[in-house]
C-alpha cells in the first residue's frame, strides 16, 4: 500500500481559489494477533508491517530475534497481522501502558523499572551527527512523515518511515533484524520529538547515542541520564543541544566511531 494518497482540496492563494489534489499521508489501525490472542491496536503508516511488529514485539521483549517467530502473516487487507511464537505457553501482558507516542503510544514495560547502564567507547563529532541528520533528512519520500536511521559514524545502515515517530523505530529495528544488521554501538537519528519509550527502545537496541531534529521530552532526558545513554537535540549542521552524557560528543579529529577497534 502507498504511504500517502492524492485528496481533492481547495487551494487558496492571493484570494483565489482553485480546486485541485494533494498527497495526503496514510494512516491506519492494524490489529496485531500473538499466538491468538489480540495483543494490540497499532496506529501506523499501513506499509511494512511485518517490520512494524517484529520491532514492536523485539522492544517489548515479547521475542529475542526471529528465531523465537514460527509464523507471521499480514492479511491481505493489512488491517491485521498475526504472530505464532515458538513459546506454545505464551500469555499476553496483564496490562498496557499508554504513552505519549503520536496517536497515543502502547507499551507493556514499566518505565519507572530500572535498567542498565549502556557502556559504550562509541565517540562522535557534532559535524558527523549534523552530516548524518542532514543524509537522512535527504532520505525522507513524503513530508508529513517520520523518520529515523541507524547509523555506524560514517553512513546510515537502515532507514524507515512512518507516520508515528516511535513506530520509525520499531521498523527500523524490524529491519535490522531481516537484514542481520548489528544495533549496538550504533547512532539513532530520528525526525521527531524522543518521547520516554523511545528511549527505552534505543536502551535496548543497545544504542549508546540517540538525536533528533527536534527536542526530547524531560522523561527521556531522565531516563537517558539513567541508563548512560547520549541524547541530543535540535541537531543541524553545525549546531545541537546535548542533554547528557556528553562525553561521547568531541571535537573533530577525536572521534572514534568503532567501538570494537
Known sequence: MEVSQELPVTRIEAG???ATTIAVVREGLVRLHVN????????CSPCELDLLVLGFLRSEEMIAGLAD?????????????EV??????WEPP???????GCGGGITFTDLSAAARPLVSELRVTPRQLGRLMTAMLSTQQKHGIHTSALADGESLLAVAEDVGRHNTIDKLWGRCMVEGIATQDRILLCTGRISSEMLLKAARMGVPIVTSRTTPT????????????????????????VYTAQERVVEDGKERTDANS
Open 69 to 81: 517467530v514460527r509464523l507471521l502473516k499480514v492479511c491481505p487487507s493489512e488491517t491485521c497481522v
Open 218 to 241: 524531560s522523561l527521556a532526558v531522565a531516563l537517558a541520564e539513567a541508563w548512560n545513554v547520549t541524547l541530543a537535540g535540535y541537531v543541524r549542521r553545525d549546531s545541537l543541544n
Open 84 to 89: 505464532w511464537l515458538r513459546r506454545g505457553d
Open 36 to 43: 491468538g490472542y489480540e495483543l494490540a491496536t497499532l496506529m
Open 16 to 18: 483565489q481559489r482553485q
Open 94 to 100: 496483564a496490562r498496557a501502558i499508554r504513552t505519549s
